[in-house]
């Protein structure tokens, strides 16, 4: 893991941990519990997001441009799409 990857662990970690002091004499102790599970699994989802991006190569991730005429077909509406009528 690179140096920023492990320098924006620790930022959420201490945000994290700020936040919870904070909260803990209005929060319930099983409510709490709840929380630390969902900051762990969100600090887990931004770290993959972040190692994906950071890993993969450039241009293998996107498209190449399209034609315009292929960018027009596809912004039209399908025909099946359309105003229900309302009696």
């Known amino acids: ?6 320098r924006l662990i ?3 970690n201490e945000l994290g ?3 919870s002091h904070a ?6 102790p099983a409510a709490q ?3 630390i599970n969902a900051q762990r699994e969100l600090i887990t989802a931004l770290m993959l997001i972040y190692e994906h991006r ?3 190569t450039p241009g293998r991730g996107r498209r190449a441009a399209t034609s315009p005429r292929k960018a027009a077909a596809r912004r039209r509406t399908p025909a099946r799409a359309g105003k229900i009528p309302i009696e």
């Open 17 to 19: 941990s700020r936040v």
């Open 33 to 35: 519990v709840h929380l």
């Open 1 to 6: 893991m690179s140096r920023d990857g492990e």
């Open 10 to 12: 620790e930022l959420v």
């Open 54 to 56: 950071v890993t993969t």
């Open 23 to 28: 909260l803990t004499d209005m929060v319930p």
